[in-house]
């Protein structure tokens, strides 16, 4: 019965003549006396044939070549008049990153222009004795952050 | 250097010819692997269609070392399962059976063999994806287990555990249809 599993589950690879010679012998030994893995096998077998023979679908010659060529011409076109489209996947992944570059320097620049006026500024009140506005404040501490 | 290295080369060197040699060579192998997944003409030219501009965009990146067909299997595999995917589940087309009930002409043993396809058909179509794809490739492509684990990326237990699997189920939704094809 335990032999019987084993073999089971390497039929299949014996029907496809997958198996090592020491292991194909070893099945042809089991099936010599044991009628249920034999009729097993023959059903396996019954059923490998019956998709092997299953019916072929055929196209003519040219019918995919001239579908291709149609859609292929009209990708290109479409590259033309879209140039993103023509460079590439990756290329197209990457264009964020420079736009996520500029808004950073961008950012930066702001930042670093107020952090000069907000500093002037909060030492200029200071002396004069002026209000301290909360926008001096952290113009201040975004600077000294550098 | 392989037939289809040489067909590649040429299409690398700007020969469009090449690239079409490989597709009238291999158009009816995708289509029959697609439609055997899917069970719809219609929907398993424009998949065939689909894998072959997938190869025409990626064939400056196939490494010659490796073998065309491998390569070609693999996208066609992987397109139809994001077909399926994208379709949520398996529908079953009784239209796209070949043959199918409807054949009630011509002599009684070619009415039989239609209906035995269509029966055959129809069971196929029933067996999970995962594992019929691993049977279409051994049994209708004649690929060896190892060809198939590169395919489908998996170990050669792994396939021939589908295969199995697949002609288990296959079996028993034939007995379960009336029996009469096995």
């Given at each position: 019965m335990k032999e019987c599993a084993k073999v089971k589950r390497m039929l299949s690879r014996y029907l496809d003549k997958e198996l090592k010679d020491s292991e194909s012998a070893m099945?042809?030994?089991?099936?010599?006396?044991?009628?249920?893995?034999?009729?097993?096998?023959?059903?396996?077998?019954?059923?490998?044939?019956?998709?092997?023979?299953?019916?072929?679908k055929t196209l003519p010659q040219d019918y995919l070549v001239s579908r291709l060529r149609e859609q292929i011409a009209d990708e290109k076109k479409h590259a033309k008049g879209f140039p993103l489209v023509?460079?590439?996947?990756?290329?197209?992944?990457?264009?964020p990153v420079p736009a996520f570059a500029i808004i950073a320097v961008t950012l930066f620049l702001v930042i670093n222009s107020m952090r000069g006026v907000s500093e002037n500024s909060l030492e200029d009140n200071m002396l004069n004795g002026n209000t301290v506005t909360a926008e001096m404040a952290l113009g201040v501490i975004l600077g000294a952050q550098n | 250097m392989n037939e289809d290295t040489l067909y590649i080369e040429q299409f690398l060197?700007?020969?469009e010819a090449g690239f079409e040699i490989l597709v009238r060579k291999y158009q009816d192998r995708v289509l029959n692997i697609v439609y055997s997944l899917i069970g719809k003409d219609r929907e398993s030219e424009d998949i065939a269609q689909e894998v072959f501009l997938k190869v025409y965009q990626g064939l400056k990146f196939f490494k010659k070392h490796s073998q065309f067909s491998t390569w070609l299997y693999r996208i066609t595999v992987n397109t139809t399962y994001g077909f399926l995917r994208k379709r949520g589940r398996f529908v079953r087309d009784e239209g796209a059976i070949e043959g199918g009930a409807a054949a009630g002409e011509g002599p009684r043993g070619t009415l039989l063999i239609k209906e035995r396809a269509a029966m055959l058909r129809a069971a196929l179509e029933k067996v999970p994806v995962k594992f019929r794809a691993a049977m279409v490739l051994k049994d209708i492509e004649g690929l060896s287990y190892s060809e198939i684990a590169k395919i489908l990326r998996c170990s050669i237990g792994t396939v021939e555990s589908k295969i199995y699997r697949a002609r288990q189920f296959l079996k028993a939704e034939l007995v379960k249809e009336g029996g009469e094809a096995i």
């Open positions: 099945i042809d030994a089991h099936l010599t006396g044991c009628s249920v893995c034999k009729k097993e096998l023959s059903e396996l077998s019954l059923v490998k044939k019956l998709v092997s023979g299953i019916e072929r023509g460079i590439g996947s990756l290329a197209r992944r990457l264009i | 060197e700007g020969k």
